[in-house]
């Protein structure tokens, strides 16, 4: 009982396909959807990805629209390690049932936030921006005002 509405545009769906395509022919594991939708449009089957290498366009490209890509780690470490290989930074979420280990590891990751069994997504109430190649600075909340003054030095000597 789920309704997927389209992506932005063709072309950006196409842009989506051939990162799929090409993380397919790097040697990651399709483990559903991948193709367009039968439905006319911007339409893209959800798709999930399994990554099986660093040099798979899946492990340092976004993919905008319905695809995850799945990471295998065995250890903590490995895990924060795989999260923090990246050039973009902009949110990151963690699903666990160990709210203070969860804590922990967010206190670790490079992002400009981490959700804690939730999405990403942005309010006013909070403060909202990435690292990295994902941006500078924030917007939303009293962060983000600020953003917008322009603060004045002056210096007497």
Known sequence: STTLGPMSSTEQRDNLLKQISDSLDAGDELITGGKKSDTEGAFIEPTIILNKS?????????FFGPCAIVLIYETEEQMIEIGNDTHFGLGSSLWTMDIEKAKQIASRIDSGSVYINTIVKSTPALPFGGTKRSGYGREMSEFGIHEFVNKKTIVIK
């Open 54 to 62: 660093k040099e798979s366009p899946s492990y340092h490209e976004e």
